[in-house]
């Protein structure tokens, strides 16, 4: 199933943000909404919120709506940017990092932007760089720097950035919900997704060339998340009890932790950038924070590299770089008192049951991210933003610090929002 090059231009992968248009209808004042927690409400509007996704360093997210899309900043809180269209909104809006290089795909109640063509475009210089024809619905993209990838039921296109060439096409098993991972970091490029049976994903190392096949469950990947470096990925089955992390350079599974008994559909998977902790959101309405222990065979604490598999990346200028005094005062996951039997009783007792909790209405689908220190950030396709702390050495329930409902819309469409 090819694509097309319809549109073409000149790309500046590194631009920076110009002069963004701020909402006159961002509230000003900041009432305090919960105890402890400071936050603003909207007025509801006609419009429909679509999707939610966080950009690479999860800084800021975008707001894909039926009348286009917004850009928010994380901290402080506030809309940065508001793009309005009389003819049509965006069902996925993807940012490059904090640049102005958008990549979007149409609702389809307008042809001018159906739901099969991808446009990348650089919004501060109005400048279209191009448009990528498919002969099926988008179900995701994902952008860095050297690449974009976009997500089809069953194949996954794989371009190069500078050239717009197409260097990878890539079958899948049944993927409704365009899961797909693509690492950020620039010395590290690495792609994880569906393979093409039931439980497998394919991780892809674009630097080497090399492919490895993970069996990761034994039903089908509901959910999946990676670390900057592309070196550690956290899946999930449509099971939505167990939670497990991979090397993926050798698909060892390095750990498995345990979010309940019952059957959850879980909504988002994140990875602190420091490998501390791991962070799950599902239908249940809980999220959970579980503590990692990754640290002996992924990352040394003393010079802030990853040494997985044998291979070293320089974490010291990232985002994610270590802290040693959380490193050094951190808690662990919570099991049971018969643990010590692993082997002899059967595998529930010797799971890992998460480290921390936060209770969210059961009303919508969230997403999260890991913000500064111990702290998680939610996005509800209600339009609503939390930010919430933990206690790294007690654990327990989650602090509420902000609350925000930057969009009411009339409804919302339950749809899978990208991690």
């Known amino acids: 199933m090819s694509s097309q090059v319809s549109t073409s231009q000149g790309l500046n992968p590194h631009a920076t943000l110009g002069s963004f248009r701020t909402s ?6 900041c009432p305090v909404t919960q105890a402890g927690a400071c936050g603003y409400e909207v007025e509801e509007e006609d419009v429909e919120l679509l999707s939610v996704s966080w950009n690479q360093d999860r800084s800021c997210f975008s707001a894909a709506t039926t009348d286009g899309f917004r850009i928010f900043s994380c901290k402080p809180f506030k809309e940065t940017l508001r793009r309005v269209q009389g003819n049509g909104g965006f069902r996925i ?25 991808l446009t990348i475009y650089d919004d501060h210089k109005s400048n279209l760089i191009g448009e990528f024809s498919f002969r099926s619905d988008i179900r ?16 996954i296109s794989v371009y190069s950035f500078a050239d717009h060439k197409l260097i990878h096409q890539i079958e899948t098993t049944s993927n409704p919900n365009g899961l797909c991972c693509l690492s950020c970091h620039t010395d590290n490029s690495v792609m994880a997704c569906p393979g093409i ?18 069996t990761a469950h034994h039903s089908n990947v509901s959910c999946m998340a990676m670390t900057v ?53 599902s239908d249940k309405g809980t999220m959970h924070i579980f503590s990692l222990r990754v640290g002996a065979g992924g990352e040394d604490a003393s010079n802030g590299k990853s040494a997985i598999g044998g291979r070293q990346i320089d974490r010291s200028n990232s985002s994610g770089s270590v802290d040693p ?42 997403i999260t991210a890991f913000g500064d220190q111990a702290t998680v950030m939610m996005i509800g396709l209600d339009g609503s933003f939390y930010r919430c702390s933990f206690d790294p050495v007690n654990g327990g329930e989650m602090v509420l610090d902000e609350y925000f409902r930057f969009l009411k819309p009339r409804k919302s469409r339950l749809r899978t929002p990208s991690n």
């Not at 006159?24 to 004042?29: H, K, R, V």
């Not at 809006?93 to 063509?117: A, H, T, W």
């Not at 039931?198 to 190392?205: E, N, P, W």
């Open 229 to 281: 470096d592309g070196l550690l990925l956290a899946t999930a089955s449509v099971k939505g009890t167990l939670i497990r992390i991979f090397n993926t350079v050798d698909g060892t599974c390095l750990q498995e932790v345990r979010r309940g008994v019952d059957k959850a559909e879980i909504y988002s998977i994140a990875l602190s950038p420091n490998l501390q902790w791991l962070a799950v959101s």
């Open 140 to 155: 995701a993209i994902k952008l860095s720097r050297k690449y974009f990838v976009v997500v089809l039921e069953h194949e």
């Open 93 to 117: 809006m993807e940012m490059l990092f904090r640049s102005n290089v958008f990549g979007v795909v149409g609702e389809g109640s307008d042809k001018r932007y159906p739901q099969n063509i």
């Open 325 to 366: 005094v959380l490193l050094a005062n951190t808690g662990s996951n919570v099991s049971s008192s018969l643990s010590f039997m692993k082997g002899i009783l059967p595998k529930y007792f010797s799971s890992e049951w998460s480290f921390a909790q936060f209770r969210l209405p059961e009303v919508t689908r969230y």
């Open 24 to 29: 006159p209808s961002q509230a000003s004042s």
């Open 197 to 214: 049976s039931q439980g497998l994903v394919r991780v892809d190392h674009f630097g080497s060339k090399a492919t490895k096949l993970i």
